[in-house]
């Protein structure tokens, strides 16, 4: 949280991606300010090829809108 908040005051873009899945993207884009990007492919297709991809984008998607809700 820090360094995202030292960051955006340096004018940097903040950008994550490592061990973010289901369980903790909607956490920690509450409590990291700035983020631009995630980079959740890996997580995203491990998910996919148990849920199906329509359902793991879908839930993607629902972690993300309820972080910004």
């Known amino acids: ?3 995202a908040m ?3 005051v340096l004018g ?3 950008n994550a991606g490592h061990d973010l899945n289901r369980d903790n993207l909607t956490l920690f884009l509450q409590v990291v300010p700035g983020v631009s990007e995630v980079s959740i492919g890996h997580a995203l297709i491990a998910d996919a090829l148990e849920l199906g991809y329509a359902t793991a984008v879908a839930d993607y998607n629902h972690c993300i809108a309820r972080a910004f809700a």
């Open 1 to 3: 949280r820090l360094t």
């Open 6 to 8: 030292t960051a955006k």
């Open 12 to 14: 940097l873009g903040v």
